[in-house]
């Protein structure tokens, strides 16, 4: 079987080179491009802002000017499908 079946999606790097655009570069060598109007909090920033911008585990990723934080599955369009992590809580 070929493709992308069973990697799992990572953000590597973000950038904006086209205008309205966000190019999303993933650690197994795919670029997604989405349009910015899908994500309004991120179209809001200005473009020194939008470079600052950090990768999370788990497939997250936010600016330091963003309240929001975003999923990998969001860019992919398939936000319904993955699950939000809980974390463990310790017991003593």
């Known amino acids: 079987m070929e493709g992308i079946i069973g990697i799992k999606p990572q953000v590597k ?8 655009k966000m190019d999303v570069h993933l650690a197994d060598g795919r670029t997604i491009i989405v349009p910015l109007s899908w994500f309004p909090s991120i179209k809001k ?33 398939k936000e319904e499908e993955y699950r ?6 310790a017991i003593a």
């Not at 939008?50 to 585990?57: F, L």
């Open 13 to 20: 790097r973000l950038s904006f080179t086209q205008r309205g």
């Open 45 to 77: 920033l200005a473009l020194a802002q939008r470079e600052q911008w950090y990768v999370m585990p788990e497939g997250l990723f936010s600016f330091d000017d963003c309240p929001e934080v975003f999923h990998v599955e969001q860019v992919l369009g």
């Open 84 to 89: 939000y992590l809980k974390p463990k809580l």
